[in-house]
């Protein structure tokens, strides 16, 4: 199997309103659920763009060790894992094996498996209308320089502006493409300003740029809510729903569950499922199986991106928000870019910035409570969002100022993407977990993160309160105090495009713990240490010199 590339990587039934995997049995009225419930097992993870994999091997292997994690919180690209990973929880398959329930330990392979299997359902994608499309997003920058609309627009605006069209709407990557930005191209009385910006965003997209306030301005190439169903496809075929071939499934999982304990899914694919037929042959005939018989009658069947979050993991999906005087700015801003007068600046106030959280009613309740008296400027942006679709949040998390531009909500406030909180393990503890494994890289806080708050008014105070390490009272070393154990991650130091590396150094990285939950007992994991003097894993350690 080849590796899946570039964005490939980045892309990837009614439920109640209080958060599964609860430690006792709690009974819901009116969308509030007992004070005293509690999560197990709950991961914090950390957004990481076109690098996501590195979540799904990171979960494998927490899997593996430590169980099925009860709750999760997570921002942009973590949003997408963590609907995958409530998916992987409703699977019944990950439970059943055959003439009894499943033990606990065939339940961690089983579910681990499922997680390590993702590279894979991204391959079995590759000839598909959707996988097509976002293998040609990444080349398509060259298509636009090979077509020579930088020069036709020294020329002719208008023609530039009907070329660019062309290109966007071609079969190829149509599927995916945002209607706004067409209609920008289509409708522009001022196309040689529009297309000489959207050309700059694109060829900027792919590097997370902050330098051009026009970010949250400009249309974004993908059409996130688009994109969202395409991932419901996935999702509902990770949860076992039909027209999914269970059998297929169970084959899968009996076959190549347990032998793959230990290892990623690279080495897993070749492992043989029986029959002379490789895990990685069977699995990739079933997601494919899967897809067509959905295709067939895609409308008869239920989608898991129209279920709520929270019905059976306890998630919150954040977002940044622009609120009061904020949105009223970025409305007026964005008024003026689309009469083609050009912004340098958008002068936001960071007191109207917010941290939003979608999730449960009950979770969301018991997190704006602070019962843990956190006293950090994060915990002080909390915003409740509410209880969403997995449709909405994804529609707003992942579009990152860059790849969408910021996306009112409906209620006067504005999303500008899901950077805000990429540690989030304070809203857990508040949430009610019980253990927290924080899943990260090495490093300071993301220079995007921080290039975004920049505009929108952070100063050098806020900065030093909220994202310094070298403050040992700041939210984010605090967000590391807090952790029971830290995933600690190199995915910053590897490139997208190798997804085999980024899978490899996930799946074994190192841990920091002292919590006798992480270290104790025969399914601990080896790799692990009290202290690993990591920037961004360890409280306190220096930055590299």
Avoid at 21 to 45: H, N, R
Avoid at 79 to 100: L, W
């Amino acid at each position: 199997m080849t590796a899946p590339k570039t964005l490939a990587a980045f892309a990837l039934a009614a439920v109640t309103a209080c958060g599964g995997g609860s430690s006792k049995d709690v009974q819901c009225e009116s969308g509030q659920c007992d004070e005293e419930t509690s999560y197990e097992l709950c991961a914090a993870i950390r957004g990481n763009g076109q690098l996501i994999t590195a979540h799904f091997a990171s979960l494998a292997r927490i899997t593996e060790h430590y169980g099925l994690i009860d709750g999760s919180a997570g921002g942009s690209s973590a949003s997408i894992t963590q609907f995958f990973a409530e998916s992987v929880k409703m699977n019944p398959h990950v439970f059943d094996c055959g003439e009894a329930d499943c033990s606990e330990d065939q339940v961690r392979a089983r579910a681990a498996l499922l997680f390590k299997s993702f590279p894979g359902y991204l391959q079995a994608l590759t000839q598909t209308p959707e996988g097509i499309a976002i293998a040609e997003l990444a080349p398509f920058v060259a298509q636009i320089q090979k077509a020579g609309i930088d020069d036709l627009l020294e020329e002719d605006a208008e023609a530039a502006a009907q070329a660019l069209d062309t290109l966007l709407s071609s079969s190829d990557i149509q599927e995916l493409v945002n209607p706004e930005l067409l209609h920008l191209l289509q409708t522009s009385e001022h196309p040689e300003f529009h297309v000489a910006d959207i050309l700059a965003g694109l060829q900027k997209m792919a590097n997370f740029d902050t330098e051009d306030v026009h970010i949250f301005l400009r249309p974004g190439l993908i059409e996130f809510e688009t994109f969202g169903e395409k991932l419901g496809r996935a999702a509902s075929m990770y949860a076992g729903y039909p027209p999914l071939d269970g059998e297929m499934m169970n084959a899968f999982l009996d076959g190549c569950a347990v032998p793959s304990l230990g290892k990623s899914w690279f080495e897993t694919m070749s492992i043989d499922a029986g029959g002379g037929v490789s895990c990685g042959e069977l699995f990739g005939a079933m997601a494919i199986d899967y897809r067509e018989s959905l295709l067939e009658d895609e409308a008869s069947f239920v989608s898991r991106i129209d279920e709520s979050i929270g019905g059976h993991l306890a998630a919150l999906v954040s977002t940044s928000v622009l609120t009061g005087d904020a949105a009223k700015t970025f409305a007026d801003a964005r008024a003026a870019y689309l009469a083609g007068e050009p912004q340098t600046d958008i002068d936001i106030q960071w007191d109207d910035v917010r941290f939003g959280y979608w999730g449960s009613a009950a979770d969301l309740a018991r997190v704006a409570s602070n019962p843990q008296g956190y006293d950090d400027d994060k915990t002080r942006k909390f915003l409740p969002l509410g209880n969403a679709t997995w449709r909405e949040a994804l529609s707003y998390s992942p579009a990152e100022p860059g790849l969408a531009r910021a996306l009112e909500l409906g209620d006067g406030t504005v999303s500008a993407g899901g950077w805000s909180d990429l540690h989030p393990t304070l809203v857990l503890k508040n949430m009610g977990c019980k253990k927290v494994v924080y899943v990260t890289r090495v490093g300071d806080d993301s220079g995007f993160s921080l290039g975004v708050a920049r505009h929108f008014g952070l100063s050098d105070r806020d900065f030093e309160n909220l994202y310094d390490l070298d403050n040992p009272e700041s939210s984010y070393s605090l967000s590391i105090a807090e952790a029971d154990a830290v995933w600690c991650t190199n995915w910053n130091d590897i490139a997208a495009t190798d997804v085999l590396a980024v899978t490899l150094d996930s799946y074994n990285a190192a841990m920091e713990s002292s919590d006798p939950f992480f270290t104790d007992g025969e399914e601990a994991y080896g790799k692990s240490a009290a202290d690993l003097g990591k920037r961004g894993c360890s409280v306190g350690a220096p930055a590299a010199r």
